[in-house]
T-cell receptor, first 115, second 112 residues
Framework: DAKTTQPPSMDCAEGRAANLPCNHSTISGNEYVYWYRQIHSQGPQYIIHGLKNNETNEMASLIITEDRKSSTLILPHATLRDTAVYYCIVKRVGLRDNYGQNFVFGPGTRLSVLP | DAGVTQSPTHLIKTRGQQVTLRCSPKSGHDTVSWYQQALGQGPQFIFQYYEEEERQRGNFPDRFSGHQFPNYSSELNVNALLLGDSALYLC???????????FGQGTRLTVV
């Protein structure tokens, strides 16, 4: 699976939008972009995923560039509870040979939301 | 829907002992993957079970083994525990060929 590059840490003011970048320049056509976050050693929490179109759900928006080599996770109104490590992962899904759906986690971005 | 549930939440074992961790996948999911997360690191893939068979395995020794039951729940077994096996063990469930995957809250294993 392709590797991703994320900044090790970011700060964001409470109430402002948090924009977390991710570079995945070697992504292939059948790989999705996933975002998870992990709060204080709890299990990773699913945020959003996408293939090539921008996606939005109740938690966040995912903006994928047209060449799919990078993406941005947007938390529109960050709160203190959004302080966590955010992981960007690319992964193949749904191939005929049933290749496994294991995630390869990098170090992620430690987002600190400041009051 | 309870999501992915893991038991126990915490466990303390002595070096050399054996341990069994359990995972119940989210309703409708048939694939279970296990991960090990050492303190300060990202989760590392151990193996994945589908149709009661190990389908894929990460770089972990044979001391780590697993099982999947007909109801899709799964167990992770670790034999001859080492101090280095102390970690948060995570279970993730998904549907075969589906795109969604959800993690449980993990089991914190401490080996003393």
């Amino acid at each position: 699976d392709a590797k991703t590059t994320q900044p090790p840490s970011m700060d964001c003011a409470e109430g402002r939008a948090a924009n977390l970048p991710c570079n995945h320049s070697t992504i292939s056509g059948n790989e999705y972009v996933y975002w998870y976050r992990q709060i204080h050693s709890q299990g990773p929490q699913y945020i959003i995923h996408g293939l090539k179109n921008n996606e939005t759900n109740e938690m966040a928006s995912l903006i994928i560039t047209e060449d799919r080599k990078s993406s941005t996770l947007i938390l529109p109104h960050a709160t203190l509870r959004d302080t966590a490590v955010y992981y960007c992962i690319v992964k193949r899904v749904g191939l005929r040979d049933n290749y496994g759906q294991n995630f390869v986690f990098g170090p992620g971005t430690r987002l600190s939301v400041l009051p | 829907d309870a999501g992915v549930t893991q038991s126990p939440t915490h466990l303390i074992k002595t070096r050399g002992q054996q341990v069994t961790l359990r995972c119940s996948p989210k309703s409708g999911h048939d694939t279970v993957s296990w991960y090990q997360q050492a303190l300060g690191q990202g989760p590392q893939f151990i193996f994945q079970y589908y149709e009661e068979e190990e389908r894929q395995r990460g770089n972990f020794p044979d001391r780590f083994s697993g099982h999947q039951f007909p109801n899709y729940s799964s167990e992770l077994n670790v034999n001859a525990l080492l101090l280095g096996d102390s970690a948060l063990y995570l279970c993730a469930s998904s549907r075969d060929r589906g795109t969604e995957a959800f993690f449980g809250q993990g089991t914190r294993l401490t080996v003393v």
